[in-house]
């Protein structure tokens, strides 16, 4: 019980960081509460909030998958060509999609855990094949002409909740249960804080291994058809660095790159904090390329946080 006490002191520290935030850019300017902003914020946030949220699965495992932002760009174009067709249902399209990510998952785990490969390498590997598959099917342009009802998957609401947050808010759920209340769920956490005991204590590392990344894959491409729809094109070269943003998000929410800490709700509290900042320096028009720098210092100190707090439990000498 001892990572759930530490996680939730670090979600508590994180919410108290996000109002901060909050008052700040409200004081610096006065569109930042505004409820078209927020809408605004809630649907940027959702694409990262769900990618964040599947790669939670991974990196309590103690792996990594940098292929999300091309998994993103592949789903999104496959869910883009289907929903053009006007007998086949959207449903089919979103399902598609999920499938397709999940596929490059799977693969990615079965490399992982059975061919005894670096997490970095094999979703190295998959970021460039899934980029060029994208491209390739694509024939390099953007896929137009979607329905109308593909496009409200983005652009609806329910409830006046845009359909977005709603996806991110369901994903969020079910990981949250999954993890937190089931055994599969405690597999995950056991493997990522020691794998040979966990071996030694009966759990299918495979398995376990196959399933978390295979899931991140699958959310990977419910992203991918949350941005097609958004954007209302499917583009090859989407997703770009998305991976990162994701990454980051679960890190500052909590989530150790070392595996066996950290929890859904952390993740998704991190992809609004950093949704807010990027929100908060576009209407403050700071440039593009300053808020690149920003990002980067914030995933860097991320990171160091998380390493810091690591070699505190270890007892190492800092």
Not at 253 to 276: D, E, H, P, R
Request: proline fraction near 2%; glycine fraction near 14%; include cysteine.
């Amino acid at each position: 019980m001892e990572f759930l006490k530490n996680n939730n002191i670090s979600r508590y520290g994180l919410i108290a960081v996000l109002f901060i935030f909050i008052i700040l850019l409200s004081f610096l300017n006065e569109n930042f509460l505004t409820l078209n902003n927020i809408i605004i914020v809630a649907r940027q946030v959702s694409i990262n909030g769900i990618l964040a949220i599947g790669v939670t699965y991974v990196l309590l495992t103690g792996g990594v998958d940098l292929s999300l932002g091309s998994l993103v760009a592949l789903s999104g174009v496959v869910s883009a060509f289907v929903a053009r067709s006007a007998e086949i249902p959207v449903f089919f399209a979103v399902l598609t999609s999920v499938f397709v990510g999940a596929c490059c998952g799977f693969f990615n785990g079965f490399v992982v855990s059975k061919g005894k490969v670096a997490p970095f390498i094999v979703t190295l590997g998959m970021m460039t094949i899934a980029r060029g598959l994208a491209l390739v099917i694509s024939g390099g342009k953007p896929v137009s002409g979607l329905k109308e009802s593909f496009l409200t998957i983005s652009g609806g609401s329910f409830l006046g909740i845009p359909n977005p947050v709603l996806i991110m808010s369901a994903a969020g759920i079910f990981s949250f249960v999954f993890l937190r209340y089931t055994k599969y769920g405690r597999y995950i956490y056991a493997i990522g804080s020691n794998e040979a005991t966990a071996y030694v204590c009966g759990v299918n590392v495979v398995g376990v291994k196959l399933f978390a990344y295979t899931i991140c894959g699958a959310f990977a491409g419910l992203a991918g058809v949350v941005l097609a729809s958004r954007i209302t094109t499917g583009q090859p070269n989407a997703g770009i660095a998305y991976e990162l943003d994701a990454i980051a998000a679960a890190v500052i929410g909590g989530t150790s790159l070392s595996g066996g800490v950290g929890g859904i709700g952390g993740a998704i509290l991190g992809a609004f904090l950093m949704g807010i900042i990027n929100n908060g320096l576009d209407l403050l028009n700071v440039s593009s390329y300053y808020q690149q720098i920003i990002k980067g210092f914030i995933i860097i100190c991320a990171v160091w946080s998380d390493t810091m707090a690591r070699r505190r439990e270890s007892g190492k000498v800092i």
